[in-house]
């Protein structure tokens, strides 16, 4: 749920992801079960191919996802992951990952992550939720 600001729980939850904002990953919007991502894809994140490596985009669409699925609280991890590659990424392209709740019920949750650049998708992703009890 949001506060009056706007601030979700997925806010306070990036507000203290050091993996992502290592990255450079951008909180572009978080509310109601759905979210936005964005990262610029850098040399360091190259295979050697010289294409961005999978685990980046990985990365990027797992954090929309968790984003997206946190939004509620209370806190949720991922029970699973999956990710198809469409098209390469290369250095300096600007990545937005777009989460959408696709169903919710009890603990369990199934969310998609379209990973564009631009106008093209470059890969998808599918994730599973599960709600955890804070002890």
Same mark, same amino acid.
Request: with cysteine.
């Given at each position: 749920? %949001? *506060?009056?600001?706007?601030?979700?729980?997925?806010?306070?939850? #990036?507000?203290? *992801?050091?993996?992502?904002?290592?990255?450079?990953?951008?909180?572009?919007?978080?509310? *109601?079960?759905? %979210?936005?991502?964005?990262?610029?894809?850098?040399?360091?994140?190259?295979?050697?191919?010289?294409?961005?490596?999978?685990?980046? !985009? #990985?990365?990027?669409?797992?954090?929309?996802?968790?984003?997206?699925?946190?939004?509620?609280?209370?806190?949720? !991890?991922?029970?699973?992951?999956?990710?198809?590659?469409?098209?390469?990424?290369?250095?300096?392209?600007?990545?937005?990952?777009? %989460?959408?709740?696709?169903?919710?019920?009890?603990?369990?949750?199934?969310?998609? !992550?379209?990973?564009?650049?631009? *106008?093209?998708? !470059?890969?998808? #992703?599918?994730?599973?939720?599960?709600?955890?009890?804070?002890?």
């Amino acid at each position: 749920m %949001a *506060d009056d600001g706007g601030r979700t729980a997925a806010h306070d939850m #990036f507000d203290a *992801d050091v993996a992502s904002k290592g990255l450079g990953i951008e909180l572009v919007s978080a509310g *109601d079960g759905a %979210a936005v991502a964005r990262m610029r894809v850098t040399p360091a994140m190259l295979n050697g191919h010289a294409i961005g490596h999978g685990g980046f !985009v #990985f990365l990027l669409a797992d954090t929309a996802f968790a984003l997206a699925c946190n939004s509620h609280g209370p806190a949720t !991890v991922a029970a699973g992951g999956e990710i198809s590659f469409l098209r390469p990424v290369r250095e300096g392209d600007v990545l937005e990952a777009y %989460a959408t709740e696709r169903v919710r019920q009890g603990r369990s949750g199934i969310y998609d !992550v379209t990973v564009r650049r631009g *106008d093209e998708v !470059v890969a998808e #992703f599918r994730g599973r939720s599960r709600t955890i009890a804070r002890g």
